[in-house]
Structures are given as structure tokens and as C-alpha cells.
């Protein structure tokens, strides 16, 4: 495993991270079982991986407890990254909650499922227009002071969002959607984002010493290159507008291309996909999702490899000749 380290980070983080949204369970994720989760974790932990991102969001709380199951005995070798301020009420409606009150009782959940004392990063899921910022932090250096977690992190932050924490308490982390096909989206899964991580994410990470963890790094699974561009999806995927319609195709034809790339280097796409961003200055851990010890293992081989320069390039050229982003 390779190892990246921030200022805000005391230790170092393997370059390939866990995404947990994929062992939220076969209700949420097709082919998903929670034997194949807690294999993948543990095949995680054994090729070094550190870092393990969850939300309570995910599965309605199921992924935080096949985690917490998963990584028993294995508590002090890894970093958890969990949120809060994603909320739902009996029948599952997602409401954004950063209010203090409803923090309190988010984290004691999450130690109660991930069966730990702790929280390594917790990050703020998403921004919470009918709560002030600054009571937010409150309850978050009030958790940080109490020792039940050990960092802060912003998740689908803005920078000037970001700043306005920053008066509060130190922000140790970012994380946005970014890969290779969505640089600077304006939207995720027809949720507006108010930043452009590219543009503006990435750079303030590095100015800041912050860590930045890039979500969706496969494009949930189109660049592993095995889509063909008839797949109907009945998982979380079929709220994804990007993968469905005229841009699905448009995203089809232009994996294609990076597909003909990875048969002449003989890789994996997936590897590709990751190896783009792991080569990325201000990229920290890639928060790569699997759902099995195979899946696992591929994303793995991505650091048994470097891109060069030339291949980067290429790929540049590609993406930017499909007007994509």
C-alpha cells in the first residue's frame, strides 16, 4: 500500500480508501451481501488499507453496523470516517439536520453501530441551510473536547462554506464528488452542489493542509469499462440522471475510448480511473467502494503501478475532445 500525509492529519492514510455506501445491503446495491462486505473489509485491512468511509445515511444505518462488525479487533490499525447531518424519519425521507441537538444523538448512533468509543473524522455530510454554521462547530468542538472524535471533516462543502467553519474550529478534511469524468459537476444525483472541485476544491485543500477524499471515483462502477450502455439500474444508481438518457451514452463513448487504452496497457480500466487520481497532488485517499474481495483486489492493483505522463496526457486529450465536462 502507499501512504499520503496532510497537515490536519496526524497519520498517514493508504491512498486507497474503503467507500462504504456499497454495503448498505442488497435493498440499496445489486449483488451486495453483508459475508462479501465483511470479506472485502477484512481484505482491505490485511493489503494495508487505513482509511474507511461510512454515513449513517447508508443503509439506514445497516453499513455503519456491518462495519463495526467487520473491523472488530482491528480498531487501532484504522482510520473511521463517518457523518452526520443526514437524518430520515420512518419512512426513510432524507431531511439535512446540522442542528447541535440532533448531532448529539447522530454520534452516540453511529459509536453505538460502528461498536467503538470513537470517531476518527467526522464530517458534516452535507451543508444545512436552516442551521448557522457556527452552531454547528459548537457541537462539534464540544464532541472533539469530550474525545468521541478526533478530527472534523466538511463533505459537499464550498470554500466560502468551508471558511465560515474555519472561523469556528480546524477543519481537517474535504470531500467531494471528482473523477475523471466529473472534475467540476454542478450537480450530484439532481442535488445542486454549491462548489467545483477542481476548480476550487482541490486547491484550497493544498493551501490549507487539509486532506481531500474524492468520492465516486468510478463513476458508481461506469469506469470499470463493463457498462455497456443498455444496463437498467434498480439500485441507488437509477437516481443518477448521468447514467441513464443522452449523457449516458455520451459517457458510454467516451469509456470506450478509455477502454481502447486500457487493452493496449493491458489494465483495468478501474485502475486507470484511480491511478488518475491518486497521481493528484491534493488527492488524499480515494474513497473506492467495493462489494467484494474481486472488486477489492482491483482496486488494490492500482497501486502496484504508476501513470506516466504520457498516458495522462492521452487521457486528457480524450476526455477533453468528448465535451463530457
Known amino acids: 500500500m502507499k501512504f499520503k500525509k496532510v497537515d490536519k492529519i496526524d497519520e498517514k492514510l493508504s491512498v486507497i480508501g474503503f467507500g462504504c455506501w456499497g454495503i448498505s445491503g442488497p435493498e440499496y446495491w445489486d449483488g451486495t451481501t453483508d459475508e462479501n462486505s465483511i470479506k472485502a473489509i477484512h481484505k482491505a485491512i490485511e493489503y ?17 453496523e456491518i462495519l463495526g462488525k467487520a473491523v472488530k479487533g482491528f480498531r487501532n490499525k484504522i482510520i473511521i470516517a463517518t457523518k452526520c447531518g443526514l437524518i430520515w424519519d420512518e419512512e426513510k425521507r432524507i431531511m439535512n439536520n446540522l442542528k447541535p441537538e440532533s448531532i448529539f444523538k447522530e454520534v452516540e448512533n453511529s459509536l453505538r453501530r460502528l461498536q467503538t468509543d470513537y470517531i476518527d473524522l ?18 462539534m468542538l464540544e464532541l472533539k473536547r469530550s474525545g468521541k472524535i478526533r478530527y472534523i471533516g466538511l463533505s459537499n462543502f464550498s470554500v466560502s462554506e468551508a471558511k ?32 467545483r472541485t477542481e476548480r476550487d476544491i482541490l486547491p484550497f485543500c493544498l493551501e490549507n493542509g487539509m486532506a481531500f477524499f474524492p468520492y465516486s471515483p468510478l463513476l458508481q462502477g461506469l469506469l470499470t469499462g463493463k457498462f455497456t450502455g443498455n444496463e437498467s439500474f434498480k439500485d ?28 493496449k496497457i493491458k489494465k ?14 491534493a488527492v488524499t485517499s480515494v474513497i473506492a467502494g467495493a462489494q467484494n474481495s474481486q472488486q477489492l ?16 496526457y492521452e487521457i486528457e486529450r480524450i476526455v477533453a475532445d468528448s465535451d463530457v465536462i
Open 268 to 281: 483495468p480500466l478501474s485502475q486507470i480511473a484511480l491511478n488518475w487520481l491518486i497521481r493528484n497532488e
Open 236 to 263: 441507488v444508481r437509477a437516481a443518477n440522471p448521468n447514467l441513464s438518457g443522452e449523457k449516458f451514452k455520451m459517457y458510454i463513448n467516451v469509456v470506450k475510448k478509455l477502454n481502447d487504452i486500457a487493452d
Open 122 to 139: 467526522y464530517q458534516l455530510h452535507w451543508p444545512d441551510p436552516n442551521t448557522d454554521i457556527g452552531e454547528t462547530m459548537d457541537a
Open 48 to 64: 494495508g488499507v487505513n482509511f474507511f468511509d461510512v454515513a449513517p445515511v447508508y443503509g439506514f444505518g445497516h453499513a455503519e
Open 164 to 195: 465560515r467553519a474555519m472561523q469556528k474550529a480546524e477543519i481537517s478534511s474535504m470531500q467531494g464528488l471528482y473523477n475523471m469524468l466529473e472534475r467540476n459537476a454542478n450537480s450530484y444525483h439532481s442535488i445542486p452542489l454549491e462548489y
Open 297 to 312: 483486489e482491483e482496486n488494490i492493483g492500482a497501486v502496484t503501478w504508476e501513470m506516466d505522463d504520457a498516458l495522462y
